[in-house]
């Protein structure tokens, strides 16, 4: 006898096809999802280890200086109990008059440094810019400074600037007549300050030059050439088109020098420790002597708060200057 074949009806069909169709759309969504979570998970992975490096190295420090400003804190006599102290530090700091004198030191140091790199930077950028012959080998030369370890370079000048042999003494005795031995540049009043701009100013004028060079090669040709059609001379040229058009690359130059310079000390530290007497003494080395000679850590945390503060409201008020440049 022969088996009977069983033909489905066309609606239990549809509802066997409706109901396959959503299951392979069930095990589409999960596979997605999984391969989703997947993603996730591995960008979770890269990203993870960056975070904890930020929060180890630098959040955390922060979080537990701030908690150190409000207490009585010294090394030299941890013996004693941890005390709360509120804003009694900040409170010694602000009415220091050694303190304000530190700041004051340290803005003409930024003032005259900034200012210096700016225009040697902004000529050297010019220069390169012309494309002279032989201008790739020179530029190479003119980076070397920056490429050097402030400890190397404070170093390296200490030695030129040495009475006895240095180079430099002699060559100032050959330019000048003065005896190389009647003066120090690194131990008298009058020179000491100067130094450190001088020695500051050779070594980050290149980098200044190289945000100055990225501004004036984004400025079209054809401006400098309907420029030349209007017959106008190259002074009138540099002062309408060249330098307005520099100045926000000028003012970012400003920017990221003046915030490294307010907080330098290594170069300083080797070259005048200070001295004379406190002639050279930035507030970065204050901080230094009072977190680890007088081992004050509390205060030293506290005035490290305050400079952070000085530095931080100055940047955001510049920042917006900056930005309406920009924008004209």
């Not at 200044?208 to 017959?231: F, K, T």
């Not at 300083?268 to 007088?294: C, D, H, M, Q």
């Amino acid at each position: 006898m022969d088996k009977m074949t069983t033909i489905p009806h066309p609606d239990q069909a549809r509802i066997v096809g409706i109901g396959e169709l959503g299951k392979v759309h069930t095990r589409t969504r999960a596979a997605k999802r999984a391969r989703g979570l997947s993603d996730r998970t591995m960008a979770w992975l890269f990203v993870a280890p960056t975070i904890a490096l930020l929060l180890a190295i630098n959040i955390f420090p922060l979080v537990w200086m701030i908690r150190l400003s409000f207490t009585s804190l010294n090394l030299s006599m941890s013996y004693l109990p941890l005390r709360f102290v509120g804003l009694d530090n900040f409170s010694d700091i602000l009415s220091d008059e050694d303190i304000w004198i530190r700041l004051q030191t340290t803005a003409q140091f930024v003032i005259a440094s900034v200012a210096l790199q700016v225009v040697v930077g902004f000529g050297l950028a010019l220069l390169i810019n012309r494309r002279f012959r032989g201008h790739s080998f020179w530029t190479t030369i003119i980076l070397l400074p920056m490429m050097l370890s402030p400890a190397v370079v404070g170093n390296f000048w200490t030695l030129l600037f040495q009475p006895q042999i240095g180079p430099f003494n002699y060559l100032v005795s050959l330019l000048t007549g003065v005896p190389p031995s009647s003066f120090s540049m690194t131990g008298e009043v009058a020179l000491a300050s100067w130094t450190i701009v001088l020695v500051d100013t050779w070594m980050w004028a290149p980098y200044v030059m190289l945000i100055c060079l990225a501004g004036l090669r984004s400025i079209p040709d054809y401006i400098y050439e309907a420029a030349e059609v209007d017959r106008a001379s190259s002074w009138r040229q540099f002062w309408s088109i060249t330098l307005p058009m520099t100045v926000p690359f000028l003012m970012l130059a400003v920017l990221f020098r003046a915030i490294e310079n307010f907080k330098m000390f290594d170069m300083v530290n080797l070259l005048t420790s200070g001295g004379p007497g406190s002639t050279t003494e930035l507030v970065s080395i204050t901080l230094k002597r009072a977190a680890f000679e007088k081992w004050r850590t509390g205060y030293s945390s506290a005035l490290a708060i305050i400079l952070f503060v000085t530095v931080f409201g100055a940047v955001n008020i510049y920042v917006k200057a900056l930005n309406r440049v920009k924008q004209r």
